[in-house]
């Protein structure tokens, strides 16, 4: 069975500070795809990240970065030195198979991040 | 291209009535996802198609609900005798396997449903 595991549901932080988003998954496939996606509170999923079981380097964008370690299925997102907009909820997901391109997601549950000023 | 648009954003329904909401892709994505999403949960896929066929149902997706995408564009999801479970924020999705996106899917702003 595919399965995504956020076992954080709320994180709440003062801005500035560096937080990390915890994803697990479990899937026998052995191409995926896996994504992050945050929510606002306008309710749109905003694409963050999309990475290959291929591939394990970890990948950094701005504030943004990302650990894939397929060892320990886990697919980790950390923002640096927070800020009030990054408050969302945030979703890792799962795509069963890297061959059907765009292929239906399993999400986990979302962790709600909150950045006080 | 202004992306996927839901409508209506939102429903007020009672229970027992019928409701349909409307769904329009990006234009060149071949595939349309509908998702349903209760409060604090992630989405839960529901079904999708490619062009007009509609490949895939979740058990999620009772008798009471139905999908289509005529002609391969705008999608439409029925819901029969509506209940008070089916109060949820539905989502729709695009993507397209043709060119193998890198970004996946897009998705729309989505429709929440109140089954009063």
């Known amino acids: 069975a595919q399965k995504v595991t956020q076992a954080q549901t709320e994180i709440s932080v003062v801005e500035k500070e560096d937080v990390t988003l915890d994803c697990v998954y479990e899937?026998?496939?052995?191409?995926?795809?896996l994504f992050w996606y945050k929510q606002p509170p306008s309710g749109e999923l905003v694409f963050l990240i999309r990475r290959n079981s291929f591939d394990e380097q970890n990948e950094i964008s701005g504030r943004y970065s990302w650990n894939f370690q397929k060892s320990t299925s886990s697919f980790n997102f950390t923002i640096t030195a927070s800020q009030v907009v990054d408050s969302a909820v945030y979703f890792c997901?799962?795509?069963?198979?890297?061959?059907?391109?765009?292929?239906?997601?399993?999400f986990g549950q979302g962790t709600e991040l909150s950045v006080k000023p | 291209d202004t992306g996927v648009s839901q409508d209506p954003r939102h429903k007020i329904t009672k229970r027992g009535q019928n409701v349909t909401f409307r769904c329009d892709p990006i234009s060149e994505h071949n595939r349309l996802y509908w998702y349903r999403q209760t409060l604090g949960q992630g989405p839960e896929f529901l079904t999708y198609f490619q062009n007009e066929a509609q490949l895939e149902k979740s058990r999620l997706l009772s008798d009471r609900f139905s999908a289509e995408r005529p002609k391969g564009s705008f999608s439409t999801l029925e819901i029969q005798r509506t209940e008070q479970g089916d109060s949820a924020m539905y989502l729709c999705?695009?993507?397209?396997?043709?060119?193998?996106?890198?970004?996946?899917?897009?998705f729309g702003s989505g429709t929440r449903l109140t089954v009063v």
């Open positions: 997901a799962l795509s069963p198979t890297i061959y059907n391109q765009g292929g239906k997601l399993i």
């Open positions: 999705a695009s993507s397209n396997t043709n060119e193998g996106s890198l970004y996946g899917y897009t």
């Open positions: 899937t026998r496939d052995t191409t995926y795809y």
